[in-house]
């Protein structure tokens, strides 16, 4: 891949090396300023400039041999290699969808309605010989537990194996490296040691990743007190283990705005803020939910049955109030079945809440 002082120094010359340029279609030409299409004139053939640096490095596709994709490597503006595992079937329409992902990339692309056409042309026709399994789920991407996916892309374990979807956000942007596992000992593990409070909760994210290889359902845990006893700064030390501050969501969600949050959170923690936020109504059936890691069955647009959300996750909440408390809010009492599988913990009077 290119730095930034590469791309300074090389001209615009076609770059032939087998391996950047494997199945570039006829037509098209990968040079050090990006990609270039042939166009008829008048007065011959010419190359005219079509987009900033771009590559398909493979063609992903699922275990039975469907779901295709392109994997797409961009260069941005400052020289950092992105990488996006595009699905297929979004060249099924204008290609508007995957331009304005590229581009919120760092991809540049010619403007002009000619030049739209054939970026679609190029992405579509540019075939590899490499070749990947595509993965549907964050986290253990099955249940072999042989490939673990995070949310910036990066596949920990197997090779070959890539996360393909169409948009991914939320806690999946905010799970991205700073820093290398030294520095995270020092500026917050060392921090914990002697607060039982933080120790429990900092160890209860490394716990995620053990529930699949162990077949076990996720659970968790739910800091109850009152305002400015610590519980906020809890999660925040806790999201330090996957990512930025971000990656620690909230309570104010529908169910199923939560069920897509717990599936991108699959094999990992699930942190969730303010259990005062979700409606009473929804509070018991959302922690059964999101402990028994199953989503609601959905028709898809043809009435047929699409596959359920799933995943395995370990949850640490906090509040002001317990679960049991939220629920009688609407005049019902909480089941045993939701007290384990969110067990209340008091956050005061303690030395560090």
């Known amino acids: 891949m290119f730095d930034g002082a590469d791309i300074e120094e090389l ?13 570039l279609p006829f037509g098209f030409s990968l040079r050090a300023d990006g990609v270039y299409r042939q166009v008829e004139s008048d007065d011959g053939a010419r190359w005219l400039w079509l987009c900033s640096l771009l590559r398909v ?3 992903p596709r699922d275990g039975a ?9 961009v260069t941005d503006p400052d020289g950092r290699a992105h990488r996006w595992a595009m699905p297929m079937a979004l060249l099924a329409g204008d290609g508007t969808e995957v331009r304005a992902t590229l581009l919120g990339m760092g991809l540049r692309i010619a403007t002009d309605k000619y030049s739209r056409a054939a970026f679609s042309e190029l992405i579509a026709t540019w075939t590899p010989t490499a070749r990947a399994r595509t993965a549907d789920r964050l986290g253990w991407t099955d249940e072999t537990c042989t490939a673990f996916a995070l949310g910036d892309g990066r596949v920990i374990g197997a090779t070959g194996v890539v996360y393909q979807c169409e948009h991914t956000g939320g806690a999946a942007s ?24 933080m120790i429990f ?9 053990l529930l699949e290889p ?13 305002s400015s006893s610590g519980k906020s700064t809890l999660l925040r030390t806790t999201a330090s283990v996957y990512g930025a501050p971000e990656f620690k969501q909230s309570w104010r969600a529908t ?12 094999g990992s923690i699930l942190l969730l803020d303010e259990l005062a936020e979700i409606s009473a109504r929804e509070a018991g059936a959302t922690a059964y939910m999101l402990a028994n890691g199953c989503g609601k069955a959905r028709a898809n647009s043809s009435g047929g049955a699409r596959a359920s959300k799933r995943w395995r996750v370990m949850i640490l909440s906090s509040g002001e109030i317990s679960l049991a ?9 909480a089941k045993a079945g939701q007290a384990v599988r969110l067990m209340d913990i008091p956050a005061d009077d303690r030395p560090f809440g």
């Open 11 to 23: 001209t615009a010359e076609p770059l032939a090396a087998a391996a950047v340029t494997d199945g």
């Open 57 to 59: 490095l493979a063609l």
């Open 65 to 73: 041999g469907l779901n295709w994709g392109r994997l797409i490597e």
């Open 174 to 197: 905010a799970m991205t490296a700073l820093g290398d596992l030294a520095q995270w000992r020092e500026t917050v593990a060392a921090l914990c040691v002697g607060n039982p409070m």
């Open 201 to 209: 909760s900092v160890s209860t994210a490394f716990a995620g990743p």
């Open 214 to 226: 162990l077949s076990i359902e996720g659970g968790g845990f739910h800091w109850r007190g009152r």
């Open 255 to 266: 169910a199923n705005g939560l069920e897509g949050v717990a599936a991108i959170c699959n």
């Open 325 to 333: 408390d939220k629920i009688a809010e609407v005049g019902e009492r």
